[in-house]
Each structure stands twice: as C-alpha cells, then as structure tokens.
C-alpha cells in the first residue's frame, strides 16, 4: 500500500478519518493524499456576466481554503508522513472518486456523521456513495480512536466463490500490519447451517491461500448484522471487513440490509471492499 486518500471537509470526522490514516501511513509507509472539494454554486460559474461573484472575491475564497487545509495538514500529519493535498471543484462523491482513480489510490479512509444507532450514520450520505461505487477499499470512520490498532480484524462473509476477489483484497490489506484475522460466518434462524458444515466451507474458502495468523468462528444470533456485532464486542476487535456489491452500496453481505443496518450500529472501524 503507497497512497491514501483522505477526503476533508474541516469537520470532526475528517478530523477523526485523518489520525486514522497517519496511523495507517505510519505503519505502511504510506503517502497521504488530502482531498478538499468545493462545489460551485450555480451564479459563479460564468463569473464576468453578472453573476454574484466577482473573480477577486473567488480568488480570496481560494486562498482562505488554502490556508484552511495547510493547517489541517499541519495539526494532523507530523513531518514524519509524506503528505499531499489538493483542492478540486467537483461535487464531493465523484470526485473523490476521480481523485482516487488519478493518483492511483490503493485506500480510501472517510469519516461518517454521527456516534450511535439512532443516527443516520452512512446511508445517503457522500460516504455511503463513495463506498457503492468505489473500486478501491474504502475505511469508514466512525469515532475518534486514540488507541487505534489494527491487531485483530473480523472478516464476515458467506465465503462463497464470488468472495474471492475480496478476500485476496482483504489479505493484502491485514498482511501489512501483521494482524491477526478472525473469519467469522454467522447463522441464523431462517440460514442455518451446521456448525461442521459451516468450519468446512470456511476451510476450502481458504484452502489456496497462504493464511496469516487467524482463527475460525462460527456464531449463532438472532440476525447476520446482530451476529457481526456481537462477535466483534466479544473479541473486541480492531475492524471489521466487509464485501458489497456496488448496486446496493452498504446492503450487501448475506442480505439487502446487512450492511446497512452494521453501518448504523458499529462504532468500530467498517473497511469496505466492493464485489
């Protein structure tokens, strides 16, 4: 992993999307990647045929921007970690998303509003948007960890075939940090499988792989999300890794909801990785 994009917006979870990052870099060697976004209001676009700006208020603009994000990087990025930063006219989803796509980015790391399940956390949002169409891993941030790690790290899935891709993601992601990797399939009452059945499916999933460290589990819960949850508390877990299919954004696990419903729950870190 060399670059990481980190979109800002100068709120608390860019604050929070950022440390995150420095950490990542730190340990990966990684150059950061800031991303400012200015969307246009409509009256600026043709600004010499009465608009209701002129171009030395848009030039003022700029630059008080500027001087916002060098700070920004200044108060979050030590002169220990390569960092770069752009400023880009563009609505905020598609352009993060042709940002990345320019510098080749191999991690999006974004913050997400709010801290508890009663908040709208990610569905809608720029963040959600991003995660539906990004062909990059995407980290979502929900809460500022000032004890981040990446030592244990749940990977959910159905370990089907379709999976793969995934997976080898996922792996090239947790190798970099030496974590330890806790697979987990979770059934339920409606998709039961027994456990036997369930360890095996997990094994020939993982079968052409040469595994770090990790561990097995198969968890038993009322639902897939709840099951997710539940687990990671018990082993108090550093991440939790997902897979989503880009027609569903953040609804794609086992079910159309799983994601989505985890997204407004789990404070954890959520790395994403699209199918």
């Known amino acids: 992993m060399k670059k990481i994009l980190v979109p800002i917006d100068f709120s608390k979870k ?3 999307a950022s440390k995150m990052a420095a950490k990542i ?3 990966s060697n990684s150059s950061i990647y800031l991303l400012h976004l200015i969307e246009v209001p409509t009256g600026a676009v043709d600004m010499g045929n009465g608009s209701n700006f002129s171009i030395p208020e848009v030039m003022l603009y700029l630059r008080k921007v500027k001087e916002r994000v060098l700070k920004f990087k200044e108060t979050f990025f030590d002169d220990t970690i390569d960092v770069h930063h752009s400023i880009w006219f563009q609505k905020p989803f598609e352009g993060i998303l042709k940002y990345a796509d320019k510098i080749n980015a191999n991690l999006i790391v974004m913050g997400s509003k709010g801290h508890s399940e009663f908040d709208e956390i990610l569905i809608g949002s720029n963040t959600e948007k991003v995660v539906r169409r990004s062909k990059r891993p995407v980290i979502v941030v929900k809460k500022d960890d000032k004890k981040f790690k990446l030592k244990d790290i749940v990977f959910a899935s159905s370990f089907k075939k379709d999976n793969h891709e995934v997976f080898s993601k996922f792996l090239d992601f947790a190798n970099q940090f030496n974590s330890k990797i806790h697979l987990l399939k979770v059934n339920t009452p409606t998709q039961f499988e027994s456990t036997q059945n369930s360890t095996e499916k997990i094994k020939d999933f993982i079968g052409a792989y040469k595994m770090p460290k990790h561990t097995i589990n198969i968890y038993n819960d009322t639902s897939i999300q709840g099951g997710i949850l539940n687990f990671s508390r018990d082993i108090n877990s550093d991440l939790i890794a997902l897979s989503t299919h880009g027609r569903s954004g953040l609804s794609h696990l086992f079910s159309a909801s799983v994601t989505k419903k985890l ?3 789990a404070l954890k870190p ?6």
Request: overall charge positive; glycine content about 0%; hydrophobic content about 35%.
């Open 263 to 265: 997204s407004k729950k």
């Open 25 to 27: 870099a730190k340990k």
């Open 14 to 16: 860019s604050e929070y």
């Open 270 to 275: 959520m790395l994403t990785i699209k199918i």
